[in-house]
């Protein structure tokens, strides 16, 4: 009984939410957790030329005001630090563990 009423107040909170708020909340709690991702960068004719870790972290990129992306993803990696890299060339997978 202690477990159903918290479940059953977090249902009607979300169920009285609009689907942009549900969206939002699910994307800070995924910005909180953060993830594991190898990420890798591409080349013209699709070889693979770098790939970088990221532990526990997110990849992220910048809007504008008006709601446009700035083109590249920026990140934390294990092997380098602070990498920036073209949304156009970059290839993000989930690393399972």
């Known amino acids: 009984m202690r477990l159903l009423i918290p479940f059953l107040l977090g249902t009607l ?3 009285a ?3 942009e708020e549900r969206n939002k909340l699910f994307k800070e709690a995924d910005n909180i957790l953060g993830k594991d991702l190898k990420v890798s960068y591409v080349a013209d004719n699709g070889q693979i030329v770098k790939t970088w870790t990221v532990r526990d972290s997110k990849v992220t990129t910048h809007k504008t005001p008006n709601g446009t992306v700035s083109g590249y993803y920026y990140f934390w990696s294990e092997e ?3 990498v920036q890299i073209p949304i156009l060339r970059t290839i993000i997978e989930e690393i399972k563990k």
């Open 13 to 15: 909170l979300l169920a």
């Open 80 to 82: 380098t630090g602070y």
């Open 17 to 19: 939410c609009t689907e």
